[in-house]
């Protein structure tokens, strides 16, 4: 059984995602908290009652490949069907095509609920979402008008097909043939691997999203166009035509996310559109790849959310062995163990951390989108592209982890299937690896967002947090001891930052040696800091008399946190400031 | 492909169990350095060539359930054959019933060369392994004769029947049933779960030990006897008789080892011989349990080489993208990657550092048991006692943690279950659980091994390491910088064994809350200061010019290890000191 979190991810959109500067903004002016409830609230219920029923059985049977199509597990058509005619798909999408609108901040909720439920279903529309973002930016005004709305609604299902066999996460090594015709359509050839829904029936027309190079083109990254490749052709009336030229040859036997088609795609001349100009397809697809790796760190904050879940409901109901403080010989139910209670605090709060740190990012990316001057959406568009990587690889790194405990906490039982936790595990370990590896993600803070501005938008995260500090400073003997937390932790962050930004040029290889203990260290000390928030938002909360248990629950994760996880950043700052002479030297 | 890694496990029995004490020992005096290298390297291409080959195909088939009966993957019965014709099961056990009587600290590395192989397949012996233990010492000579000699030579086999439905961890609830009849035999009745190897058809017959509760037995764990129940009555002359009252009514589909079956044993009525006095069948069971959590330990350093070395190899040959320091724009192997390089780094030392601290603990083992006076004897055993849950649940927890690692080196391909790194990941995940979880090696820790005597033979290890920080102070400035981090780690661990001699009795709830931190800081400290010890006999050697590459390669581990590794005993310092009350109030 599985119970969306509508109530703390409400709290976020409150008090953590910036809401009041949000529904400030004339796109969003139409919203209020009373709109994001209700819409929480009910795709939380169908969620949990349509889609959360099919995630079992959806791993037993897994996607089936036969002579070039997929066929889904029993249910998968029949929920997608809803999913599209209750237009969740459309969430968070431009209404010019059929979107809802909604803030990303809400829609980030959504993505998650979908993904605790089911995370092989929800990479569907995670991916569709992917191609929306893409089209949106890159697409020409005939491409939009043919393909959004149809993505939009979910009718249509979308796909990014970026890897090759010799080309992993290596794009500067794509070679896929894109050939201009006569008509200006390209004919694309090559294969693609690892491509998530790259064939399936859920939808009626899958629209592929294809990185491949001109004969002209330069070599490596600045050689890649991207192309619209779709599966059936559209008529002039958007009416399906003929098949196109890209068949799926094989989908691979996985250890998680079995229920979800991971294709290899052969393209034999395909009918493919140039989105926007050539050469220039690298950085369509990162528009594309940004709104997808917030995604997938999402998945991480879903896959912990649902193996906490399983493991709480697990622990009240297991009775076994009397308690260690000799208060009764009766064996009791094992969440009273102080051990089984410290692995269940450890799933909750790196879940509620994720999920801030996502609900922060979530308001930024809202206001990079839509805020009144250019300042302030380049002041938040380098804050959200600051917090992607973190997003991405801290929580999935966490999603990993806590899915382990998971299995932990329910002993023996634990490692038979039938129970649901091993599920968790296998899934959840694709997550720190795809839309790039958390060593990709570290190499992306590193280079792209903290360097290339000499640590600029890092030391103003550091300039938040001690106004933070300064609140919790002011607050009551709780905050005050998780402000000196947090301060330790920003401290390590802001000197780990000079250190980058002093040495990486010079010795590139101990800097990057360092990238994910430095993407370990900043994204606990960002989730860290969220949760202090929470605590002032909860201790302002409580001082009004309202939602007691509620609040009184997130301070002690705010507590839990601070002393049982923040503390970690320590042993991350040794490792990136005194130990890379140690790991360059070490024989392998 | 798998090699042994028996260098590393000659240069651990050389410089780290105390060989020189060993082989002093009457006990041992025929054998010497040379004896154990011959062992080794045969048994090591033993497993490599006969028995690693089917650990994939293994995976694959599983054991299969039918009738009662359980049928294994193919290869696996004319392996286990050869692993009896050879002599194998029998290294290390006592010569009176045929075993070869070498030292523990050989048989340690057999028995993780074995597991690295396939941890399925070596789960047979390992059980076995741990009958003998119990039949040694609390059998009489009736049963001795009558089932060791078979047990010893790997003919029978031997299982371990403790956990029931109702009873998981927890002994006290056990209530099969044991009825003395007037033959003195005992009639057996009751369900036992998790049986490991509890049905199969590689050995001739199996010797279940199980522990059952006679009518007037006392209430709890004081009340459990101990009874061998064999699957075939055994006749005076030695021969099979008929096959006795105990069905294999079912086996777990789990996640990982699958190869070996796990079984529900229906016991009705069968006829078992009581082992011992009645109602001390816990003491005898700790023995055989002692035994299995040591060896389950060393599974836990046995996968993390197995997935190392698979990482390593495909790190080597994957060629993918420019190096980040530009010193080429062709893609290198990834094993060039400074994030890639860190990650084997890790796995690397981890499983160095767990084979040394059982090295270290099996050298106890063979003292505690062969020592000329009793005071010798008795330390040992207080120090090998205080090790086994070191070993078991800090090995244990690497190896899950190792695995993991080694997907992430692969990316998307580890993700695939034909690439075989997700193998690893799946069959790890039992190790923190099986033979005891985590949490109970640590209760195991802290309440028997540390309380009880209230902290001295704790102390005693902190007094043992500052001996070796004394010598790295002594030494070249790498081993003064290895020793300044180890006299860190070790003051905290000083502190933290104070704490709780202090503070335990009057706040059990919060001591018990950390004690898994307590373990793994005791585990991160004991292990990096095996690896000091290291450090110091291969400076010594270099200095003699000897294997200079090896010698090289050890201080290196030894180096990052300290910077690396352990750097986090001071966040488990700062849980168990500071994170009680959080830990406590935390809202579940």
Same mark, same amino acid.
């Given at each position: 059984?599985?119970?969306?979190?509508?109530?703390?991810?409400?709290?976020?959109?409150?008090?953590?995602?910036?809401?009041?500067?949000?529904?400030?903004?004339?796109?969003?002016?139409?919203?209020?908290?009373?709109?994001?409830?209700?819409?929480?609230?009910?795709?939380?219920?169908?969620?949990?009652?349509?889609?959360?029923?099919?995630?079992?059985?959806?791993?037993?049977?897994?996607?089936?490949?036969?002579?070039?199509?997929?066929?889904?597990?029993?249910?998968?058509?029949?929920?997608?069907?809803?999913?599209?005619?209750?237009?969740?798909?459309?969430?968070?999408?431009?209404?010019?095509?059929?979107?809802?609108?909604?803030?990303?901040?809400?829609?980030?909720?959504?993505?998650?609920?979908?993904?605790?439920?089911?995370?092989?279903?929800?990479?569907?529309?995670?991916?569709?979402?992917?191609?929306?973002?893409?089209?949106?930016?890159?697409?020409?005004?005939?491409?939009?008008?043919?393909?959004?709305?149809?993505?939009?609604?979910?009718?249509?299902?979308?796909?990014?097909?970026?890897?090759?066999?010799?080309?992993?996460?290596?794009?500067?090594?794509?070679?896929?043939?894109?050939?201009?015709?006569?008509?200006?359509?390209?004919?694309?050839?090559?294969?693609?691997?690892?491509?998530?829904?790259?064939?399936?029936?859920?939808?009626?027309?899958?629209?592929?999203?294809?990185?491949?190079?001109?004969?002209?083109? $330069?070599?490596?990254?600045?050689?890649?166009?991207?192309?619209?490749?779709?599966?059936?052709?559209?008529?002039?009336?958007?009416?399906?035509?003929?098949?196109?030229?890209?068949?799926?040859?094989?989908?691979?036997?996985?250890?998680?996310?079995?229920?979800?088609?991971?294709?290899?795609?052969?393209?034999?001349?395909?009918?493919?559109?140039?989105?926007?100009?050539e050469n220039s397809g690298l950085s369509y697809m990162f528009d594309m790849?940004?709104?997808?790796?917030?995604?997938?760190?999402?998945?991480?904050?879903?896959?912990?959310?649902?193996?906490?879940?399983?493991?709480?409901?697990? /622990?009240?109901?297991?009775?076994?062995?009397?308690?260690?403080?000799?208060?009764?010989?009766?064996?009791?139910?094992?969440?009273?163990?102080?051990?089984?209670?410290?692995?269940? /605090?450890?799933?909750?709060?790196?879940?509620?951390?994720?999920?801030?740190?996502?609900?922060?990012?979530?308001?930024?990316?809202?206001?990079?989108?839509?805020?009144?001057?250019?300042?302030?959406?380049?002041?938040?568009?380098?804050?959200?592209?600051?917090?992607? $990587?973190?997003?991405?690889?801290?929580?999935?790194?966490?999603?990993?982890?806590?899915?382990?405990?998971?299995?932990?906490?329910?002993?023996?039982?634990?490692?038979?299937?039938?129970?649901?936790?091993?599920?968790?595990?296998?899934d959840a370990r694709i997550l720190p690896i795809y839309e790039g590896t958390?060593?990709?993600?570290?190499?992306?803070?590193?280079?792209?967002?903290?360097?290339?501005?000499?640590?600029?938008?890092?030391?103003?995260?550091?300039?938040?947090?001690?106004?933070?500090?300064?609140?919790?400073?002011?607050?009551?003997?709780?905050?005050? /001891?998780?402000?000196?937390?947090?301060?330790?932790?920003?401290?390590?962050?802001?000197?780990?930052?000079?250190?980058?930004?002093?040495?990486?040029?010079?010795?590139?290889?101990?800097a990057y040696g360092g990238a994910v203990p430095y993407l370990m260290l900043?994204?606990?000390?960002?989730?860290?800091?969220?949760?202090?928030?929470?605590?002032?938002?909860?201790?302002?909360?409580?001082?009004?008399?309202?939602?007691?248990?509620?609040?009184?629950?997130?301070?002690?994760?705010?507590?839990?946190?601070?002393?049982?996880?923040?503390?970690?950043?320590?042993?991350?700052?040794?490792?990136?400031?005194?130990?890379?002479?140690?790991?360059?030297?070490? /024989?392998?």
């Amino acid at each position: 059984m599985f119970i969306a979190p509508s109530k703390d991810m409400l709290f976020n959109i409150e008090h953590i995602s910036g809401w009041s500067d949000i529904v400030a903004l004339p796109a969003y002016s139409a919203f209020d908290l009373e709109d994001a409830t209700a819409v929480l609230e009910e795709f939380g219920r169908f969620c949990a009652e349509v889609i959360a029923p099919l995630n079992v059985s959806g791993d037993i049977t897994g996607a089936r490949y036969d002579k070039g199509r997929v066929t889904m597990p029993d249910g998968f058509d029949d929920a997608y069907t809803s999913f599209v005619e209750m237009g969740w798909q459309s969430l968070h999408h431009p209404e010019d095509y059929g979107g809802q609108g909604l803030p990303r901040s809400v829609g980030a909720a959504a993505t998650e609920m979908l993904n605790s439920a089911n995370m092989s279903f929800a990479l569907c529309p995670l991916l569709t979402d992917g191609a929306i973002e893409a089209l949106s930016k890159a697409g020409s005004d005939t491409q939009k008008d043919t393909y959004l709305a149809k993505l939009v609604s979910g009718e249509w299902s979308g796909t990014m097909n970026l890897t090759e066999p010799q080309a992993g996460s290596d794009l500067a090594r794509v070679n896929s043939k894109a050939v201009r015709q006569n008509d200006g359509t390209y004919q694309i050839t090559g294969t693609k691997i690892f491509i998530t829904y790259g064939e399936h029936d859920m939808s009626k027309n899958t629209i592929h999203l294809v990185l491949a190079r001109t004969p002209d083109a $330069p070599a490596g990254v600045k050689g890649i166009s991207l192309f619209l490749v779709p599966k059936f052709m559209v008529n002039g009336d958007g009416s399906l035509g003929n098949r196109n030229a890209v068949t799926c040859v094989s989908i691979e036997h996985k250890l998680g996310v079995k229920a979800s088609p991971t294709a290899v795609l052969e393209f034999e001349g395909a009918t493919g559109f140039l989105i926007g100009d050539e050469n220039s397809g690298l950085s369509y697809m990162f528009d594309m790849m940004n709104a997808a790796r917030f995604a997938v760190g999402l998945q991480g904050v879903a896959i912990a959310e649902r193996a906490y879940q399983q493991a709480l409901s697990f /622990a009240k109901e297991r009775v076994q062995s009397a308690p260690v403080d000799g208060s009764t010989r009766d064996a009791v139910a094992i969440v009273n163990h102080p051990d089984v209670r410290r692995l269940l /605090a450890r799933m909750q709060v790196l879940t509620e951390g994720g999920r801030a740190l996502a609900a922060y990012a979530a308001g930024w990316q809202d206001l990079a989108r839509y805020a009144a001057s250019p300042e302030q959406r380049d002041e938040a568009a380098a804050a959200s592209e600051f917090l992607t $990587p973190l997003v991405k690889g801290y929580c999935t790194e966490n999603g990993v982890e806590v899915a382990s405990l998971g299995v932990q906490v329910h002993g023996g039982m634990g490692f038979i299937e039938e129970t649901g936790a091993a599920q968790h595990y296998r899934d959840a370990r694709i997550l720190p690896i795809y839309e790039g590896t958390t060593a990709i993600q570290a190499n992306d803070l590193l280079g792209r967002k903290t360097l290339r501005d000499g640590g600029v938008t890092a030391m103003k995260m550091a300039n938040r947090i001690k106004e933070t500090e300064r609140q919790l400073a002011a607050g009551s003997p709780v905050a005050q /001891a998780v402000g000196i937390r947090l301060s330790v932790a920003r401290k390590a962050f802001q000197s780990v930052v000079k250190h980058f930004v002093s040495t990486a040029k010079d010795t590139p290889n101990a800097a990057y040696g360092g990238a994910v203990p430095y993407l370990m260290l900043a994204g606990n000390l960002m989730s860290g800091w969220q949760l202090a928030r929470s605590l002032l938002a909860a201790e302002t909360a409580l001082a009004a008399g309202k939602d007691v248990e509620f609040m009184t629950a997130k301070i002690g994760s705010a507590r839990f946190y601070a002393d049982h996880v923040l503390c970690d950043v320590d042993a991350q700052r040794s490792r990136i400031l005194e130990g890379a002479d140690s790991l360059l030297s070490v /024989a392998l």
